[in-house]
């Protein structure tokens, strides 16, 4: 019989592949389990539906320069119109609006880096010193409610201002954000719950609660009522511990996000819904250790791409981005379930959001200059 003959090796055959049903980015598992749906890095761009990605827009030109310096951007509506208030880095305060007007409120030395600010029925910009005291801006003076009454969170909730200093939470009588006289209703309540671990770190007013957050604990206060009149008003309340073991280190990460409260904890970023906690960064474990989350972690929600994104504005320390060089600002964003990463400019220190004209913009500084994201 003559010797078997050998088949020469067949070429593999050549087959199209389409991907569409894009699932976001995936930074927790190993990169050769990742699957063809996902992606290992998705910077600058984000997935609007189904085989379609979209490049985010760049960040808009500088509308104003502080000359002073910016610790901290807040964006709000005041008396109609949307503003920005800088806390500056010398102690003043300004005022820019989206169109670049730029005012100065206060001079310099009137408050610190660190202060706190928060809006009173769109007619009063609040602002909190831990040191220096608490201030009010109507939109043309400048004014000084309390220089003694300091303190390092503040919110507006149930028609009342409230100020945290350590585990100590002071409120003011019923609709007023001045008035702290016992008799017509304000007080204060000292966290005695020993699942509060330290001191408060935010207070933020979302979905019908006043959200107070320490570094390993959330709690909600709720139920407010006033009964009897000046002098003999008295002002009750609830207070019940939500979460013990989370919270935050980052007293700008928490934010208002639909029907839920978001926030940036050291290990992921989470949404409570009720008493439920939510982890929505399960895919981006893998970055969590090359970044760096404190002093602060600003929060903002915008409109990109017409979805409407969750972001906050991390340190990335990993290897080179496309975005630049590490240390690099980053944004981590969230919408429809996924996640992105975003880079507007190298030196981003802040983010804000502005609502304009019914749309959520997010707005930021270099510490220098301010402009328009996205």
Known sequence: MPPATRRPPQP??????????????????????????????????????????????????????????????????????????????????????????????????????????????????????????????????????????????????????????????????????NDFAIGNGAGSTILTDEAFPGNIVAMISAVEQLWILGQGAVEALSNVQATGTPPTVVTTFTVTNILTNLGTNAPDSPIGYFRALAFLAPFGVYALAGVTPQKLSDKLDGLFPDLTLTPDAPAAVAVVQNLLVLMFLVTYNGATAQGGAAPLPMLLCFTQGKWFLAVQRTGLRWITTLLVGGVAQAWGTDGTTIYRLF
């Open 12 to 177: 593999p055959k050549t087959r199209t592949i389409q991907l569409r049903n894009f699932r976001g980015l995936n930074l927790t598992d190993a990169r050769v389990a990742v699957d063809d749906d996902e992606f290992a890095w998705l910077e600058n761009a984000l997935t609007v539906g189904k085989g379609a990605i979209q490049v985010v827009p760049g960040p808009g030109a500088t509308v104003a320069t502080i000359a002073a310096g910016v610790a901290s951007l807040w964006g709000f509506t005041l008396n109609g119109v949307a503003v920005l208030i800088s806390i500056n880095t010398d102690g003043s305060v300004s005022q820019t609006t989206a169109g670049g007007v730029v005012s100065t409120l206060t001079v310099a030395g009137t408050v610190t880096g660190s202060a706190r600010c928060t809006i009173w029925r769109g007619t009063h910009v609040l602002v909190l010193d831990p040191t220096l005291g608490y201030f009010s801006w109507d939109g043309s003076a400048w004014a000084v409610i309390d220089a003694a009454r300091t303190g390092t969170a503040l919110a507006v909730f149930e028609g009342r201002a409230w100020i945290a200093s350590a585990r100590t939470v002071a409120f003011t009588a019923p609709n007023t954000y």
